[in-house]
Each structure stands twice: as C-alpha cells, then as structure tokens.
C-alpha cells in the first residue's frame, strides 16, 4: 500500500516552560521557554513526512496572526499545508509545562483551530489519497466535529481508511465517550494513549491496558494503545494481538511523543507495513521526539 497522507487537525502555537524545578505559587520559577509551531494534526503529519512519507496533506484553520508562520513551517518539514485563515479568532495556543521528569501538563486555547467547518471541506482533498488522520481534537467543538464526520464519511464511501487519534482524556470525559465513539464510527485506526483506552473503553484508571485495548478492538477493527516507556499495544477483534517494546531514550520533553508515534505508525503503514512493524517504528519516532523541545521533528 502506498500513496499520499491527508491529515486534518489543529495547527496551534506552542509556548514550552521546562522547569527543574517544581512550580512555586505567588512568586517567580526559572524556566527554559520556547515558542514553536505545534498543533496534534500538524505535528503528527510532520513527523509522517519526517519518517520518509513523501506525499503530506495537512487541512486545518488558524489566524491571520500566524498563518504565514505557520505555512512556511509546514511547507518547511515536507507537508502540504491548506491553512483556512480565519479572520476573527487568532490561531490556537498551547502552554505546555513540562516538569524535571519531563511530563508536561497543557493549558489549551483552540483558538481558530477547532472552528474547522464543513464548509471547509472540498471532495477533491481525497484525490490520491491512500489514508486519512483525524485528529481527536476535532471531535470536541460542534463545528470541527460536523467537518470531522463530513471528511470520514467522504472517506469511507471512496474506500479510504481512517485513523483517529483520541487526543486528550479531559476533552474526552467533557465530551462523554459515547458521544465520541458514535462520531468517530467507521473508523479503521484507534490510536489512544493508555489513559484514554481506558476512558474510551468504560475501565477504571487502575485497569490494565491490554484489557481497555482488547475491549476497543470490539467496536474499531485495529486498536494500538501508545503506554510510554511501556510501548505500545496492538489489538485486534477483541484481543491483544502483540506487545512492542519502546526504543530506549533519554526524555527532555513528552509534548510530540504521541504526535510522532501517530505520524512514524502513518508514514510505515502507507509503505506497506504490518500493523506491528508500523507499531515499531511509532516507538522508534517517539522515542526521537522526547530528546528535544516541542512536539516537531526540527
């Protein structure tokens, strides 16, 4: 299987505070702060065309604040990017505190991003296209849901498939899981970290992973469940079919590691991998992008 990529998501500006030390209230934390383009759908394609992809679709909506920035970044790593300018609702912010263990906690401003509307979709972004991404995030604002629907239907009646990353457990409980899963039905993929395989599947937080991944690969036909420095689980028709191993590094910040899992997983699937081997390569990208800031390949 081989052919082009169309990615449709947020592009958003992230602002990354890494601090050593613990955040102290009412006074000042030293910090290391960067602001860089990042957005779940934007990065995950980067790191698609990062791993090889050579045909890069990206659909999503910013302002007019960034949109030059932001065009030349992706046009930069390899992806074609259609940017929707909106002219009243500045493009998306993300501030990301990521702590001395390297996790990192978001505050989300959409912004333009999850103003995505059926309107801006055409027919034509299907031509040539082998696989469709989603990004969860769509799926948590009524008009970027309604575009989301729009574009996976359009995909299902060509016989394209499509994969939907969960994006975020808090946007996911506001939402309700049913609410989520009834929207994304039809769905080919399932990428959730374990913490929304769990949410998704109607486990508790203590439950085991593979069980929430078994029980998601009831209702989406592959279901691979990203755990971190655990790797990654693949399931299939209600069972866990295999366990991949994450390639060791060093982690200076988590933002990109699930964005490039997502776009290394893409970029091997469509070069004719198995759903295991492509689960490898994820982990092997994932593991690049812990070693440096932001959530992009450079």
Same mark, same amino acid.
């Given at each position: 299987?081989?052919?082009?990529?169309?990615?449709?998501?947020?592009?958003?500006?992230?602002?990354?505070?890494?601090?050593?030390?613990?955040?102290?209230?009412?006074?000042?934390?030293?910090?290391?702060?960067?602001?860089?383009?990042?957005?779940?759908?934007?990065?995950?394609?980067?790191?698609?065309?990062?791993?090889?992809?050579?045909?890069?679709?990206?659909?999503?909506?910013?302002?007019?604040?960034?949109?030059?920035?932001?065009?030349?970044?992706?046009? $930069? &790593?390899?992806?074609?990017? =259609?940017? @929707?300018?909106?002219?009243? /609702?500045?493009? #998306?912010?993300?501030? %990301? *505190? +990521?702590?001395?263990?390297?996790?990192?906690?978001?505050?989300?401003?959409?912004?333009?991003?999850?103003?995505?509307?059926?309107?801006?979709?055409?027919?034509?972004?299907?031509?040539?296209?082998?696989?469709?991404?989603?990004?969860?995030?769509?799926?948590?604002?009524?008009?970027?849901?309604?575009?989301?629907?729009?574009?996976?239907?359009?995909?299902?009646?060509?016989?394209?498939?499509?994969?939907?990353?969960?994006?975020?457990?808090?946007?996911?409980?506001?939402?309700?899981?049913?609410?989520?899963?009834?929207?994304?039905?039809?769905?080919?993929?399932?990428?959730?970290?374990?913490?929304?395989?769990?949410?998704?599947?109607?486990?508790?937080?203590?439950?085991?992973?593979?069980? $929430? &991944?078994?029980?998601?690969? =009831?209702? @989406?036909?592959?279901?691979? /469940?990203?755990? #971190?420095?655990?790797? %990654? *689980? +693949?399931?299939?028709?209600?069972?866990?079919?295999?366990?991949?191993?994450?390639?060791?590094?060093?982690?200076?910040?988590?933002?990109?590691?699930?964005?490039?899992?997502?776009?290394?997983?893409?970029?091997?699937?469509?070069?004719?991998?198995?759903?295991?081997?492509?689960?490898?390569?994820?982990?092997?990208?994932?593991?690049?992008?812990?070693?440096?800031?932001?959530?992009?390949?450079?």
């Amino acid at each position: 299987m081989s052919g082009a990529l169309l990615v449709v998501g947020d592009v958003v500006t992230d602002v990354v505070a890494v601090h050593t030390e613990p955040l102290t209230p009412a006074t000042d934390t030293a910090a290391r702060i960067r602001t860089l383009p990042g957005g779940a759908g934007a990065n995950a394609a980067c790191w698609a065309a990062h791993e090889g992809l050579a045909d890069v679709g990206l659909l999503a909506r910013v302002g007019t604040d960034s949109a030059d920035w932001h065009h030349r970044a992706l046009l $930069a &790593a390899g992806v074609r990017p =259609r940017l @929707v300018v909106d002219p009243a /609702v500045p493009t #998306g912010t993300v501030v %990301a *505190l +990521v702590g001395g263990d390297a996790e990192r906690t978001f505050l989300t401003d959409s912004g333009a991003a999850l103003r995505l509307s059926p309107a801006d979709w055409a027919p034509a972004l299907l031509d040539g296209v082998a696989h469709l991404h989603l990004s969860g995030y769509l799926f948590f604002a009524d008009s970027s849901r309604e575009l989301a629907r729009v574009a996976l239907r359009a995909a299902v009646a060509r016989g394209v498939p499509v994969s939907v990353d969960p994006a975020s457990v808090g946007f996911l409980a506001g939402l309700g899981t049913e609410g989520f899963l009834a929207a994304a039905a039809g769905t080919d993929v399932l990428l959730p970290n374990e913490a929304e395989a769990r949410l998704l599947a109607g486990l508790p937080p203590d439950a085991p992973a593979a069980r $929430a &991944a078994a029980e998601l690969s =009831r209702r @989406v036909p592959l279901v691979v /469940v990203t755990r #971190g420095e655990a790797g %990654a *689980l +693949v399931a299939r028709e209600g069972a866990v079919t295999a366990e991949v191993a994450a390639a060791p590094s060093r982690a200076v910040d988590t933002t990109g590691a699930g964005d490039a899992f997502t776009g290394g997983f893409l970029a091997a699937r469509l070069s004719g991998a198995s759903a295991v081997e492509a689960a490898r390569a994820g982990c092997l990208a994932a593991a690049l992008a812990v070693t440096r800031l932001g959530g992009r390949p450079v």
